[in-house]
């Protein structure tokens, strides 16, 4: 795909002038008729049609862009790669000609930051499509640019003030993405100054509307860096969870004669109440962040391709599934994560009925209010039996919920390798009601900060972080030895561990289970996470050296008094 250095000739696009002579340009700039009146050159003419015509044209490909469906089997790519390649041509053009578009057609410095803008947004989605985090840097370079270069800041009309606004929202998604929380910081500042400019001219609503993203960012930071590590300086270490060479289980493994690849993945959350950045809940950001490795530290590995869908209805979250299973490669394997709020059916089963589990998660409209009771035939409500069709790959499912019953009854109905990953029914009070996202999905994402949520830890150094995740590592990489060896361990796990991202989150459950079945604040089954296959006739979850190494980690943390051992 092109990206915005590979600059073309603009030529080829003017061609049609019937389209040219329908358009008309924001106000402050001539239209097409102004300029037929004006004293130009020919050359000065042409320059000037050629550059109005690339706008139009690049605002029209960015509209469709807007409107492409989110899965599929079309050729995505070619309009990516049309709208790409005309926004290089019109960014080269306004910097070969700036001063005759400024004097002559009276180009104004918001309209190149709008340009700039849209440039960053087709880099951020085109990661979105594609998992590859170097477009999500380039995103990044764009948006800095821009706030260098102040494109937005002599303007005092409140139109101009909500283009910046905006331009600051998708800045703040990217900035958590590569994990500039000092960044963060400064954007979320000056995006309070600009609400209080906005207010002198909008409705109350709208401007509380701004002050709720405002909010939003302050919770879904605190939410990421509850855990403060410094360094000897004082200075504070932000921590990053991509796949590294330093954070992925060693050696790099082949435990099955055909081994699978994850090739995509579906990361649905509907869960009431979680910190969330615009349609992005700190559940779904964690998982996503799983799949990716760090492109400087692995530039040469793709990763899975995934996509995420806030508050789907349950009709929107099949259609997906049924995408994603179709188009899938051979010796691939998908991952379904699903994180919403339990319903329990009100209705009793009758003697044929197709839904037995009990219950499911509710997967209604965006506005929808959470519901404990449903009648089975809902339409909102995702049951585990609407998952088996889906099953015709090696699925990885992780399901977060109060009752990880309703889906502990999914099964291999295709005999392909299913792994089905349940959360804790319970959870201590201490851990009620934080607004730090679902435990399980924290410890997946990365033990040592759930490690230290649990002990109640809020502080440490840099030495005691870095010796812990040395002694994580190490337990992972027994928990691989002791999965790979066992003779009890279901084979549907040996197929699947093949993969890096499966075989990190699959030994990451196996550390969640051992921690939570040591602490003393989680007493019986229910409050600890299930599988399916179970795990539980293995015993590796409380196999002397695992348990050494959880000791070892709460020693370091100095919290042993809150371990059995």
């Known amino acids: 795909m092109q990206t915005i250095e590979d600059h073309g000739h603009p030529d080829s696009y003017m061609k049609d002038d019937q389209l040219i002579h329908k ?34 044209k690049s605002k029209q490909l960015f509209q469709q862009l807007r409107h492409l469906p989110q899965h599929g089997q079309f050729n995505w790519q070619i309009h990516f790669s049309r709208t790409f390649d005309c926004f290089s041509k019109l960014w080269k053009f306004q910097q070969d000609h700036r001063s005759l578009l400024d004097i002559k057609y009276g180009l104004q410095r918001w309209q190149i930051g709008e340009i700039a803008s849209k440039i960053g947004q087709l880099y951020y989605h085109y990661y979105l499509r594609t998992s590859d985090t170097c477009y999500l840097h380039e995103a990044l370079i764009f948006y800095l640019a821009m706030r260098q270069r102040n494109y937005y800041n002599k303007y005092t009309d ?40 906005l207010a002198e001219t909008r409705s109350v609503a709208e401007v509380n509307e701004w002050k709720g993203i405002v909010s939003e960012v302050t919770h879904f930071r605190a939410a990421l860096n509850h855990i403060s590590v410094t360094r000897m300086d004082t200075s504070t270490v932000y921590l990053s969870h991509r796949l590294l060479p330093e954070n992925r289980v060693l050696p790099d493994v082949t435990l099955s004669p055909n081994p699978l690849k994850l090739h995509s993945a579906i990361i649905a959350g509907t869960k009431v109440g979680q910190p969330k950045i615009t349609e992005l809940s700190i559940d779904m950001f964690r ?6 490795r ?12 995934k996509q995420y869908l806030y508050k789907p209805t349950a009709s929107e979250l099949l259609c997906c599934l049924a995408e994603q299973a179709c188009n899938l490669p051979r010796q691939s394997a998908q991952l379904i994560y699903l994180s919403g709020n339990n319903v329990s059916y009100t209705d009793r089963t009758g003697g044929q009925d197709t839904y037995t589990s009990g219950g499911g998660i509710h997967f209604g409209h965006r506005d929808a209010v959470e519901h404990k009771y449903s009648s089975r035939y809902s339409p909102d409500l995702l049951h585990a039996e609407d ?69 109640n830890i809020d502080r440490l150094s840099d030495t005691q972080w870095k010796k812990g995740l040395s ?82 980690i709460a020693n370091t943390l100095e919290c042993l008094v809150l371990f059995s051992e």
């Open 23 to 56: 358009l008309l340009m924001p106000q402050g700039n001539l239209t097409y008729e102004q300029i037929a009146t004006q004293h130009l050159s020919p050359d000065e003419r042409k320059l000037i049609n050629d550059f109005m015509y690339l706008q139009e």
């Open 158 to 197: 409140d139109t101009i003030l909500l283009k910046k606004l905006r331009y600051y929202t998708r800045f703040l998604v990217v900035a958590f993405m590569v994990n500039k929380m000092d960044l963060v910081l400064e954007l979320k500042t000056e995006m309070s100054v600009l609400i209080e400019e």
């Open 287 to 292: 998982v996503g962040t799983i799949l990716e």
């Open 294 to 305: 760090n492109p400087k530290a692995l530039p040469s590995v793709c990763n899975p391709m």
């Open 387 to 455: 998952v088996h069709p889906f099953l015709r790959h090696a699925t990885l499912l992780i399901v977060e919920g109060e009752d990880r019953s309703f889906f502990s009854t999914v099964m291999p109905v295709f005999r392909e390798p299913v792994i089905v990953l349940l959360s804790p029914k319970l959870v201590p009070h201490t851990l009620k009601g934080n607004k730090l996202g679902s435990l399980m999905s924290l410890f997946l994402h990365c033990p040592m900060m759930a490690f230290c949520l649990l002990c």
């Open 471 to 552: 002694i994580i590592n190490g337990l992972l990489a027994e928990l691989l030895t002791l999965l790979s060896h066992s003779k009890s361990v279901h084979p549907h796990y040996i197929q699947l561990l093949d993969d890096p991202f499966i075989r990190l989150i699959v030994l990451r459950f196996c550390l969640f289970s051992a921690v939570l079945q040591m602490h003393t604040a989680f007493k019986t089954e229910e409050y600890y996470p299930s599988c399916v296959p179970s795990l539980s006739s293995s015993d590796i979850f409380m196999k002397p050296s695992v348990k050494r190494g959880i000791v070892d």
